[in-house]
């Protein structure tokens, strides 16, 4: 990424908010505690978010793609939740998480960058 301006019609992220799940496991079980993000995404004028790709990465890795998901249905906006499991995490510890999501016509996001902290 060249840190360029995304082409028009590319979806954006609006907003992130993350949980932090020390014990819990969703289901799937999952073997290690993880954040969950909840992602808020627009994608105006051409509302193809079906599917829709998110590209992650945290603490300086290469973005990584997750499965495409979304409904059978064309749209505009959907949220998107999604789960980041951690190796030996501790209370007090950052990490920058970096997200971009894809429409369906390959049109990239921005990157927004989100500081997750584990609480004490």
């Known amino acids: 990424d060249d840190d360029a ?3 028009a019609g590319a979806p954006e992220i609006t907003n992130v908010t993350y949980i932090w799940h020390p ?5 799937p079980p999952l073997n290690f505690p993880y954040f969950e993000f909840s992602i808020d995404i627009l994608d105006h004028p ?3 978010l079906t599917p829709v790709i998110l590209w992650w990465s945290y603490s300086g ?3 990584a793609p997750l499965a495409a998901v979304g409904d059978p249905n064309p749209n505009c906006g959907t949220t998107y939740l999604f789960q980041l499991q951690l190796q030996n995490p501790a209370p007090g510890l950052s990490y920058s998480v970096v997200l971009s999501v894809e429409d369906s016509s390959g049109n ?3 990157n927004y960058i ?3 902290t584990i609480p004490n």
Not at 23 to 27: D, G
């Open 5 to 7: 301006s995304p082409p």
């Open 23 to 27: 014990n819990l496991t969703p289901s």
């Open 46 to 48: 051409s509302c193809d």
């Open 61 to 63: 890795q290469s973005p």
């Open 108 to 110: 990239r996001s921005a």
């Open 114 to 116: 989100v500081s997750a």
